[in-house]
């Protein structure tokens, strides 16, 4: 059953207590409202390689390309990863929704997916085994522009770390929460400068939403609505500057969106 309900009324809703608007969205009682779990992690910043994006295939995003839906490929770096990857996808900027597919990878040998898109910022890996995680990075990239990669997934993780996301057509996005952290060898004293690269469809890209971290003090901020990502707009979070080379940079943030 669901409930049209709001966060400003929620305690007078039909729910038995405890419970939380946050929880009835998860639960998926919300009509129109869910969430958005992004996680995004750079192995390696340098000094010199600014700015990066926050995702795994390090360097600047290459998943928010502007031309044609093009099919998507798949492969591992590794000959034993032989499972199944599960990716969500926006087929074209009239995309409503994410849809899934899950295709069966042939380890090092390129995999057609069978279905094309201009979206793809995460996925998740099963091996076939209870303790076995995939062996090799695994990749999805366009099959006529190659270079168009949406995510790298590292080596022994399951799922892609790419803090990017778009915000699909008839939709309204609001970052509830963001933690991010910088990690580096020795004891060192590092910081970061990082911003919120954002593009609307059809637009230019603008930066905003500047914070710093440093390894002593992480970035946390309980945002609750404090500015709307519109439909059809590109988000990920970007570093500008780093103090110390090989630098290991994560961002995660929870986002709400909701039906226009």
């Known amino acids: 059953m669901m409930y049209q309900i709001n966060r400003l009324d929620f305690y007078?809703?039909?729910?038995?207590?405890?419970?939380?608007?946050e929880i009835e969205v998860g639960k998926g009682a919300v009509t129109g409202a869910s969430w958005i779990l992004k996680d995004g992690i750079n192995f390696d910043v340098d000094t010199g390689s600014v700015p990066e994006d926050i995702w795994d295939g390090s360097g600047v995003y290459t998943g928010f390309p502007t031309g044609a839906a093009q099919q998507f490929v798949a492969v591992s770096t590794n000959a034993g990863d032989t499972g199944?990857?599960?990716?969500?996808?926006?087929e074209d900027a009239n995309s409503t929704e994410y849809k899934t597919r899950t295709v069966t990878l042939n380890g090092t040998t390129p995999v057609l997916t069978g279905v094309s898109g201009?979206?793809?910022?995460?996925g998740f890996y099963q091996s076939g085994g209870a303790t076995t995680f995939n062996l090799g990075d695994i990749s999805l990239y366009h099959q006529v522009t190659t270079t168009n990669v949406f995510f790298r997934m590292p080596i022994g993780y399951g799922q892609s770390y790419c803090s990017g996301v778009t915000i699909?057509?008839?939709?309204?996005?609001?970052?509830f929460s963001a933690t991010s952290s910088?990690?580096?060898a020795g004891t060192t004293a590092q910081y970061a400068d990082a911003i919120i690269w954002t593009r609307r469809f059809g637009g230019s890209p603008l930066l905003r939403n500047a914070y710093t971290l440093t390894n002593n003090t992480p970035y946390i901020e309980l945002l609750e609505y404090a500015f709307a990502i519109p439909e059809n707009t590109d988000f990920i979070p970007r570093v500008l500057a780093v103090s110390t080379n090989n630098s290991i940079?994560?961002?995660?943030?929870r986002l709400l969106l909701l039906k226009l």
Request: aromatic share 22%.
């Open 12 to 21: 007078q809703s039909p729910f038995p207590q405890p419970t939380t608007f």
């Open 84 to 90: 199944t990857l599960t990716f969500y996808y926006l």
């Open 118 to 122: 201009i979206r793809c910022n995460y």
């Open 168 to 175: 699909p057509k008839g939709n309204i996005g609001y970052v």
């Open 182 to 184: 910088i990690r580096g």
């Open 249 to 253: 940079i994560q961002a995660s943030y």
